[in-house]
């Protein structure tokens, strides 16, 4: 019987023959889900792997456009950072289409947050949404940029999970995390 172990970021499920034959270090789950990528083409080919949503519920659109002054999708980002900009090419014509703000928010911010949610920072991007209100009550959608479909439908949960739906029910169903991000700024020795 094959045994599943759960790690860290939604979406990332390791299959082992048993727990005791394989053990499973915080390295090797961050390797299995995170894919530092540089350039377009190695973006391109990790997101041709991703699954993209296709069944979506029927006030999938009118809650998308009737919660659009009420939340503000906020990412972070980094230069030269390729999945960066493709999540906002991709959450920018969501807001057009939707009515949402899109922001920016610092390295910083990024993690703090993450850590109050108990997510390992990855790198960039990661978008959450909050309520325009509220820098406090967040929801992340996206670690890694991704699909606009996915990206969408993660929106309506997250708008679901603050307005009251019950919150394991919307994780449930929000897409999984791509862990698609920049390469890792490298940073120049001082003589």
């Known amino acids: 019987m094959r045994g599943l172990i759960l790690l860290g970021i939604p979406g990332l499920v390791i299959s082992m023959g048993s727990a005791a034959?394989?053990?499973?270090?915080?390295?090797?789950?961050?390797?299995?889900?995170?894919?530092?990528?540089?350039?377009?083409?190695?973006?391109?080919?990790?997101?041709?792997?991703?699954?993209?949503?296709?069944?979506?519920?029927?006030?999938?659109?009118?809650?998308?456009?009737?919660?659009?002054?009420?939340?503000?999708?906020?990412?972070?980002?980094a230069p030269s950072c390729v999945p960066c900009g493709d999540l906002w090419t991709k959450l920018t014509a969501l807001s057009t289409r939707y009515g949402w703000q899109v922001r920016t928010i610092s390295g910083q911010e990024a993690m703090i947050r993450s850590g109050r949610l108990g997510l390992p920072w990855v790198g960039h991007p990661v978008a959450w949404v909050r309520p325009v209100g509220n820098d406090t009550r967040v929801v992340p959608v996206a670690i890694g940029t991704d699909h606009s479909p996915n990206l969408a439908r993660n929106l309506y949960l997250a708008a679901k999970m603050l307005t009251g739906v019950r919150p394991a029910v919307g994780v449930r169903a929000m897409s999984k995390f791509t862990g698609i991000v920049g390469l890792p700024a490298i940073r120049k020795a001082r003589h």
């Open 21 to 77: 034959a394989q053990t499973v270090t915080r390295d090797d789950a961050m390797r299995a889900a995170i894919h530092p990528v540089g350039d377009a083409k190695t973006m391109q080919a990790w997101l041709s792997r991703v699954p993209m949503t296709r069944d979506f519920p029927d006030d999938f659109n009118t809650t998308l456009r009737g919660h659009g002054a009420a939340f503000v999708i906020e990412m972070t980002t």
